[in-house]
């Protein structure tokens, strides 16, 4: 699924109306989450259907409403009792409806809404021509909320499906905190990231956190400013990893080539375990949210996109597949004399495990379709001896 977010403006209805309705949808949903947290074991569907239905009907919520309702609620308390964490507590205004309760036109870049008996026409404020992208597809729901400053936003997941063309070559990314690298099997291109310009604003914020541990959370000044750092360290990651992922993506369909990653799943569950400032690190790399953006955008423009086990990516050369030796940065190969940088030589074995798994042969790309290394039957590849010829970029 990819979802149309967008802005929107009233064209029939007043905001305070619609707020008031977000307002008591809110306080219907927290009220049911209030009263199944309270129990040892969570009711079906149906049987929050027999508890609460009559009820939220009696406030003058409409009936596909009603099911939006405590179903959302029933959801946020499965998910906060799994993870071990406190009760829900709902502070955005927002309201989710199906296709009984809202009405969308593409065409017009309008959708009309109904919450119990009023009815709100909301104009899409968005470009033409990324709307005119989703048109035709089937969308599930419509999720509508309203920002602190007023503004109103319309979010909709649509059914995409993803038809990748056939590609004639690869191009591998080795994602790190201040660059990306990029190899196609001829030439390395640095990236850099603002990874690092997001976590030193991070910094700040805890500093100042640090400083006023006992006033902060009391001083109106200092959680202003706390919170802006926060957020515009989290709007630098979020801008960043968009803007790239589109880059890429349109680089790899202009060449026709597959993008090559590696599967980071549990990258920061592993280093925890080893070093809490290399987490609070990873907590601003924001792999998987880089990584999340590329897929999406190659979904979007029917790019194919391989996964790959990142397991000694780094630390194998890629000449002859022995274990390097690092002086800093620097690799060397003690049995063939292969000497490179660490990030170039985790992106040239990125893309020859997907040539070893994916290609007999250059040319013949689609004779099996793309699967995910990590998760290929038969377990992670092994570390055999390269034989694909790979000149030594001792100059960079």
Aim: aromatic share 8%; charged share 30%; with cysteine.
């Amino acid at each position: 699924m990819l979802t149309l977010k967008a802005r929107g403006e009233l064209v029939d209805g007043s905001l305070n109306e619609l707020r008031e309705e977000l307002y008591i949808t809110r306080k219907a949903i927290q009220h049911i989450i209030d009263c199944l947290w309270e129990l040892d074991k969570l009711p079906t569907l149906n049987q929050l259907h027999q508890m609460f239905y009559k009820v939220l009907r009696n406030q003058g919520f409409r009936a596909h409403q009603c099911k939006q309702i405590y179903k959302h609620a029933l959801s946020m308390v499965k998910s906060a009792k799994r993870n071990g964490g406190k009760k829900p507590v709902l502070r955005k205004l927002s309201v989710r409806l199906d296709k009984y309760d809202a009405k969308i036109d593409l065409e017009n870049q309008v959708v009309i809404v109904k919450l119990r008996s009023r009815i709100f026409k909301i104009k899409l404020l968005h470009s033409r021509e990324y709307i005119r992208k989703f048109i035709g597809r089937k969308w599930y729901e419509v999720i509508i909320s309203i920002d602190k400053q007023g503004r109103i936003w319309i979010s909709t997941p649509f059914k995409w499906i993803h038809k990748p063309y056939k590609p004639r070559r690869l191009l591998s990314l080795d994602v790190n905190l201040k660059k990306i690298v990029v190899y196609n099997g001829r030439s390395v291109r640095r990236i850099d990231t603002r990874f690092m310009e997001a976590l030193y604003l991070k910094h700040l914020a805890e500093d100042i956190q640090k400083r006023h541990r006992y006033a902060w959370r009391r001083n109106r000044k200092w959680l202003d400013i706390i919170r802006a750092l926060h957020r515009r360290s989290r709007n630098i990651v979020v801008d960043w990893c968009r803007k790239f992922a589109k880059h890429i993506v349109l680089k790899a369909k202009r060449m026709r080539s597959a993008i090559v990653l590696e599967d980071l799943e549990k990258l920061w569950f592993n280093a925890s375990k080893k070093s809490s400032s290399l987490a609070d690190k990873l907590s601003r790399f924001a792999y998987r949210k880089l990584q999340l953006a590329i897929v999406t955008k190659a979904i979007e423009y029917n790019v194919p996109v391989v996964f790959t086990d990142p397991r000694n990516t780094s630390s194998a050369c890629p000449r002859c597949g022995a274990k390097l030796n690092y002086n800093h940065r620097l690799a060397t190969c003690p049995r063939c004399g292969f000497m490179s940088d660490r990030d170039i030589v985790g992106a040239m074995n990125i893309y020859l495990r997907a040539i070893k798994h994916l290609a007999p042969r250059l040319g013949s790309w689609g004779t099996r379709p793309m699967t995910n290394e990590a998760r290929a039957k038969g377990g992670s590849p092994r570390d055999e001896p390269m034989t694909i010829h790979i000149k030594s970029y001792t100059n960079i």
